[in-house]
């Protein structure tokens, strides 16, 4: 039966790996590898035997997902995990892995049996998919639902109680919303008015600080978080990006096009929600847009 067991372990296609039963540090210790563990990893077993399996984290190996599995371990329970390691290239790879603890005669916990498949192209495509999703098709920024979604966590971050010791200083939002564009799709045609919604988003991500957040809520109208930036700060940064549009030629099938945009910005207020601070900062855009356009306004 052991030769039977040891011969379906040489040749599944699933990572085994065993260990000894010491948790803490140098532990645990690798006692054995199969041979599809070397096929993933890189790694031979004579390089391993004696060696933690820590040596197979690095930077993206989430730390959380750690700690629950040695939680698990120490009492004595089965676990299952997706974890990010790295092979002996360097190349990082992504395993479902299930540890189970292996008990002696007396019922004592004499090691521990991870067996792991590979789930890199899985993942791979996972990370691709939300990708996709998160992206807006045209311009290849970050979409309305992708954005509210970051710019909800850097809001979050602005109260101590979510975040204690962690808060930082202040939020800006920026609504910004070219003016009338519907006189661009009706005169040039629709392909242009593409080309200058392309052209905007490129010239907001490149004059944008790198803590700052950009997307695209749909139509003619961007979104910009700017993280840190109080009421003075914002204005100014909104101001320079009015005036980089509207001196900004945009290339299209029908010429070069020129642009103006207005800006409506507000700061995040002490206990104000995401959804409060998005009707303010649209409310201070309308103002801007009835005051002619091709300004800022503040909310």
Known sequence: MEIVFRELVENTQDLVIVTD????????????????????????????????????????TDRATLAAIGAALRRGERCAAQVMNYARNGAPYWIDMRIVPLLGPGGHITGFASIARDATLVRRRMDELAHLT????????????ALLRAVAEVAARQDPAVAPGMATTGMALAWLDIDRFDRINETFGEAAGDSV???????????????????RMGGEEFVICMPGLGPAEAEAAAQRLRATIAAAAFPTEAGPLYITCSLGICCLAPGEGLTALLHRTE??????????RNRVSTG
Do not use: C, H
């Not at 998160?134 to 639902?145: C, E, F, K, M, S």
């Not at 919604?197 to 997307?215: P, S």
């Not at 409310?283 to 002619?292: E, I, P, Q, S, Y």
């Open 197 to 215: 919604l392309m052209g905007v988003a490129d010239l907001l991500a490149e004059n944008l600080r790198r803590a700052d957040l950009l997307g």
């Open 134 to 145: 998160d992206r807006d098709t045209l311009t290849g920024i970050p979409n309305r639902r």
């Open 21 to 60: 039963a010491l948790l803490d540090r140098p532990g645990p210790l690798i006692r054995y590898v199969n041979p599809a563990f070397t096929r993933l990893t890189g790694w031979r077993p004579e390089e391993v035997l004696g060696q933690s399996p820590r040596m197979l984290q690095g930077p993206g």
């Open 283 to 292: 409310a201070a855009l309308r103002t801007a847009k009835a005051a002619g």
